[in-house]
């Protein structure tokens, strides 16, 4: 009997300690609301009847464990129970959130711009357009900005990942304390999903074997399928669904953004049909319209003629279209063209069509994405839940691009190693421009003036051409007017805080164990359903390259370091740089310089700056461009940087250029151990880039080929005197370059079993950059060719047993 008494104690004791534990946990389960208290002694003490659910500030949640009483058997347990499927709370919306690359403001006809956009049109029509929001001026810091809610340096995202130099604002790395809105959404309930451009992971890190930390997948996203770079081919892309490379696509008529719309419409409706209850959170990101401005023909083709009215008088007329629309004060003037802009008017004949003819091609590649943005919104329009889907449309993740230099570019990599091309040679393909085979990019007048009626263009944070873009949004459940205009100062960290208040889910203290940084965005909300209401961000930090810009109550002092497409970069003092001044809430368009008439303001402002620069990681200074490309230089990780020589056993495709052999100046020896077919055998046996630079090593109709493509504007081939021999053969591809700094040139030796069959001298190489997409491939071509005398993906048709690649000096 005391021993069955005893058994009923203990029964008891863990009855009542169970159920202790089920109160805690059912607390420490609930959704992290914003309805909650936010602080201990707010929050309603725990009932042991009925017991409210506190907030809760750590995600994740702790593990279920079952609360009943578990006995020797399931005959003498308490009925099972399983957790709860985590749910957002009650009337959480689906979330669309699209992105585009490189907008200027007087782009796209919704804001005034020349571009047509009906689809964009139709979405402001049922809701609202916001005219005073502001990006960083380039595209990885605005998008580190926007997942995160936290200033760009703060979110280790000073510039792009391929520039960053390892101080905390620019490490390139996203760090655990500054969490995104999409792993806070995820782990409250929400489906989640990333289509197009990831510019947000380590330039070291994107390659097949990760590590994926940093990849979408590791940001709070369920799924994505996109490419993992800053830009790429609109035909030939390399892309990924979750962490594995998705094959060429065969299609003749492939475009990326045909391609991105459809898998945006799939997951979309997958999710619905599998889960309708579960809200989704979807993030498109296409890659237009930045360069290589890419479309269908008949897309360009529309476009023929409308601008050859130039520059200038496209900026008079945009600005009239934009008074008219109500997205610009009626006393609104255009800013003026600065001096190192040729007036339109004083180009030739030769120049006018050229530059025309570019901007043709861009307003092509626009219009076709507002077409596939189109087709992805009338999907979101026939879901059951259309009303309760809040669609956030950013129109650029800054201003447009002047990175094509004065006379535009065949290709874009051509700048990135500090070299722009003779208008001669632009003029020869002129009729190829905007198909496959160039990487071409319109002429930085253009690009100011998509940016009507602001000064300068992407890169400049110190001015609203790089960083003030339209933005739309819509939420029929909730949103009262149709049709309205907002002028509230809004940033793009708000863009966090506002996703979460409308799915009432508020931000983790920790999350994944890390303590986290605090946002610093402020939520839109206030403004859906209230025009006049009175501006909640009072100031706002801009630095990007030292391009540096500060706003306060409606001033805004702005520092231009350096022109967008200069390539050399010295001679910069940041104490000695010039400041100009704004009272933006009378000049829209920072059209009148108050500097010299108001030195006091200009001197509270600057002095801001500094101390904001000190508080969210924008120190130190670094105004260097194309030098930060190299690893050489900044020491950027890399997979390869350790080693000298390369053994690959099996074919490899896609190796991203951060994570390969660097080949840029310096010898190289690459020895491929291969079977040749009778035939005499074709195809790739290794390359490093693509259209845009890099080398080849190939078989072609028995001959070996060894070629570097010196960055579009020549290719130095060699080719053997004779056909290699069939059978196994150690095949030998030799570079010896000259040395004496970077860029410099070298000569290509062929041999095949220790036998010379071929040589060339190779004047220049390419010293900065390859690629910003594509790696290094063996055995086939997975993205781009080298040279235009074979199509990928070119795959090699004889036995590749290894291939061993040995770095010199």
Same mark, same amino acid.
């Given at each position: ?268 409706? $997958?999710?619905? %049909? @599998?889960?309708?209850? #579960?809200?989704?959170? +979807?993030? &498109?990101? /296409?890659?237009? !319209? ?22 200038? $008088?496209?900026? %008079? @007329?945009?600005?009239? #279209?934009?008074?008219? +629309?109500? &997205?610009? /004060?009626?006393? !609104? ?477």
């Amino acid at each position: 009997m005391e021993r069955i008494g005893a058994e009923r104690s203990l029964d008891t004791i863990a009855k009542f300690a169970k159920l202790a534990l089920t109160l805690v946990l059912v607390a420490l389960t609930a959704p992290i609301s914003l309805a909650q208290s936010s602080t201990p002694q707010d929050r309603p003490a725990i009932s042991t009847t009925v017991p409210p659910p506190p907030a809760t500030q750590s995600l994740p949640r702790p593990d279920f464990h079952f609360p009943g009483n578990v006995g020797r058997t399931y005959q003498d347990s308490d009925p099972p129970t399983f957790p709860k499927v985590v749910r957002p709370p009650q009337g959480a919306p689906n979330v669309l959130l699209i992105l585009l690359d490189d907008v200027g403001f007087g782009q796209f006809s919704t804001f005034g711009g020349g571009v047509p956009s009906p689809a964009v049109e139709k979405l402001a029509a049922h809701g609202l357009r916001y005219t005073r929001f502001h990006t960083t001026a380039l595209c990885s810091p605005t998008r580190a900005a926007l997942l995160t809610g936290r200033d760009h340096h703060v979110a280790g995202t000073g510039v792009i990942t391929e520039l960053a130099t390892g101080y905390d604002g620019y490490t390139g790395i996203i760090p655990k304390s500054a969490g995104t809105v999409s792993e806070i959404l995820r782990q409250n309930g929400y489906a989640t999903a990333w289509i197009g451009k990831n510019h947000n992971t380590p330039a070291w890190e994107t390659s097949e074997v990760g590590p994926f930390d940093h990849w979408p997948s590791g940001l709070g996203f369920d799924y994505f399928y996109g490419f993992n770079s800053g830009d790429t081919s609109q035909f030939e892309p390399v892309l990924f669904e979750n962490k594995n490379r998705v094959p060429r696509s065969t299609d003749p008529n492939y475009h990326l953004s045909h391609d991105l719309a459809d898998h945006a419409i799939a997951w979309m409706q $997958r999710e619905k %049909e @599998i889960d309708p209850a #579960r809200p989704f959170f +979807l993030y &498109v990101a /296409p890659s237009a !319209t930045h360069s290589p401005h890419m479309a269908p023909k008949e897309w360009i083709d529309k476009f023929k003629g409308q601008f050859d009215m130039g520059w200038d $008088r496209y900026r %008079e @007329i945009t600005l009239e #279209r934009q008074k008219k +629309l109500g &997205v610009v /004060p009626q006393d !609104t003037k255009l800013s003026a063209r600065d001096k190192s802009l040729a007036a339109w008017d004083s180009l030739n004949a030769d120049q006018k069509r050229l530059y025309a003819r570019m901007m043709e091609i861009f307003a092509g590649f626009g219009a076709q994405i507002d077409y596939e943005m189109g087709r992805v919104l009338d999907a979101v329009a026939a879901l059951p839940d259309a009303d309760n889907t809040l669609v956030i449309y950013i129109l650029g993740d800054n201003g447009a691009s002047a990175e094509g230099g004065l006379d535009g570019a065949t290709n874009e990599l051509a700048a990135f190693n500090g070299v722009f091309e003779p208008i001669e040679g632009e003029l020869k393909v002129i009729d190829e421009l905007g198909g496959p085979k160039y990487y071409n990019h319109f002429p930085a007048g253009w690009a100011w003036a998509m940016d009507t009626p602001f000064q300068w263009t992407k890169q400049i944070a110190s001015h609203f051409g790089g960083t003030r873009n339209p933005v739309v949004i819509s939420w029929p459940a909730k949103i009262k007017e149709k049709g309205g205009v907002r002028t509230q100062f809004q940033h793009v960290t708000d863009i966090m805080p506002t996703i979460l208040e409308v799915a009432g889910i508020r931000a983790p203290d920790s999350l994944n164990g890390v303590t986290q940084k605090p946002i610093e965005g402020v939520s839109m909300v206030y403004t859906f359903n209230d025009a006049k209401a009175p501006d909640r961000r009072k100031s706002q930090v801009f630095e990007l390259v030292s391009n540096r810009g500060m706003y306060q109550n409606g001033w805004m002092a702005s520092s231009l370091a350096y022109l967008p497409w200069a390539a050399a970069r010295t001679g910069y003092d940041p104490d000695k740089a010039k400041w100009e001044l704004y009272h933006i809430d009378e000049d829209f368009s920072q059209a009148n310089d108050l500097a010299a008439q108001d030195p006091d303001k200009l001197k509270e402002l600057v002095d801001l700056w500094w101390a904001e620069a000190a508080r969210h990681d924008v120190l130190p200074r670094d105004w260097r461009s194309v030098e930060r490309l190299s690893e050489q230089i900044t020491g950027r990780p890399s997979l390869a940087s350790d080693r000298k020589t390369f053994i690959y056993n099996t074919p490899l495709v896609a190796l991203p250029e951060g994570s390969a052999p660097d080949l840029k100046n310096k010898s190289f020896t690459v020895t491929a151990e291969v079977e040749i077919p009778s035939d005499g055998g074709d195809g790739m046996i290794f390359t490093q880039g693509g259209i845009t630079a890099g080398w080849g090593f190939y078989l072609l109709k028995g001959k070996l080929v060894g070629l570097h493509n010196y960055i579009g504007l020549e290719r130095y081939r060699a080719v053997s005197t004779e056909n290699v021999p069939t059978g196994k053969v150690s095949l030998t591809f030799d570079f010896k370059y000259d040395g004496g700094g970077m860029s410099k040139g070298g000569t290509i030796t062929l041999l095949a079993n220790g036998k010379k069959i071929g040589q060339a001298r190779v004047n220049q190489t390419a010293g900065f950059k390859y690629s910003l997409y594509e790696g290094q491939d063996i055995g086939e071509d997975s993205g781009s060719p080298v040279d235009f005398d074979y199509t990928p993906p070119f795959k090699f048709t004889g036995k590749i047993d290894k291939v061993t690649l040995d770095l010199g000096k």
